[in-house]
């Protein structure tokens, strides 16, 4: 499966989506207690529970992981697991994954540098006190140091979505390869 951590406006999403819409993988949806977003699906972004459903599952053991992330839960299923997967998560996530399915996963830490995540968020619609907030707990959250493994970093400042997107598809496949 692959991985991709990375802080908030990293471009870890719009990677994954030409993964996806270009080279076949599939995206692994993951569940949320979170308000679907505008234009976010049920089923096809993430699968939105509520808190008391998502605890449900967790205590029944259905989750490889969960976080919690700005006040909400996120967790990854056991049964969604498979090599054409693109799953994006938090290095705390990360570690869990590497640690229970080691050989499965390819984990990919995308770099981006501060003012252009800003700019990204800003972008995107986000309100600046949430890309302050973002920004800050970012810092701290996505620091390497707090990865037990990472297979590959990617720096996303100067190359396409396009190079970006081959880059990590052809050293997901030699990894594959050689594994």
Same mark, same amino acid.
């Given at each position: /499966?692959?991985?991709?951590? %990375? &802080?908030? &406006?990293?471009?870890?999403?719009?990677? *994954? $989506?030409?993964?996806?819409?270009?080279?076949?993988?599939? $995206?692994?949806?993951?569940?949320?207690?979170?308000?679907?977003?505008? /234009?976010?699906?049920? %089923?096809?972004?993430?699968?939105?529970?509520?808190?008391?459903?998502?605890?449900?599952?967790?205590?029944?053991?259905?989750?490889?992981?969960?976080?919690?992330?700005?006040?909400?839960?996120?967790?990854?299923?056991?049964?969604?697991?498979?090599?054409?997967?693109?799953?994006?998560?938090?290095?705390?996530?990360?570690?869990?994954?590497?640690?229970?399915?080691?050989? *499965?996963?390819?984990?990919?830490?995308?770099?981006?540098?501060?003012?252009?995540?800003?700019?990204?968020?800003? &972008?995107?619609?986000?309100?600046?006190?949430?890309?302050?907030?973002?920004?800050?707990? =970012? *810092?701290?959250?996505? $620091? $390497?140091?707090? /990865?037990?493994?990472? =297979?590959?970093?990617?720096?996303?400042?100067?190359?396409?979505? =396009?190079?970006?997107?081959?880059?990590?598809?052809?050293?997901?496949?030699?990894?594959?390869?050689?594994?």
């Amino acid at each position: /499966m692959l991985v991709m951590i %990375g &802080a908030s &406006a990293s471009g870890k999403t719009e990677i *994954a $989506k030409k993964l996806i819409d270009q080279h076949g993988f599939h $995206k692994m949806i993951t569940y949320t207690t979170r308000s679907p977003r505008p /234009m976010e699906h049920d %089923g096809i972004d993430y699968h939105f529970l509520t808190q008391k459903a998502f605890l449900k599952k967790e205590a029944a053991g259905d989750f490889i992981e969960t976080v919690t992330y700005n006040q909400h839960l996120y967790g990854t299923a056991f049964k969604d697991t498979s090599p054409d997967k693109v799953l994006i998560v938090d290095p705390s996530g990360a570690n869990v994954l590497y640690e229970k399915l080691n050989g *499965a996963v390819v984990l990919f830490f995308i770099e981006s540098p501060e003012n252009l995540r800003r700019l990204r968020m800003s &972008a995107r619609g986000d309100q600046p006190a949430d890309i302050e907030n973002r920004i800050q707990k =970012d *810092a701290i959250r996505f $620091k $390497k140091e707090n /990865m037990k493994h990472i =297979d590959y970093i990617i720096n996303n400042e100067t190359a396409s979505l =396009d190079k970006l997107t081959k880059t990590i598809l052809s050293l997901y496949r030699r990894h594959l390869q050689t594994s």
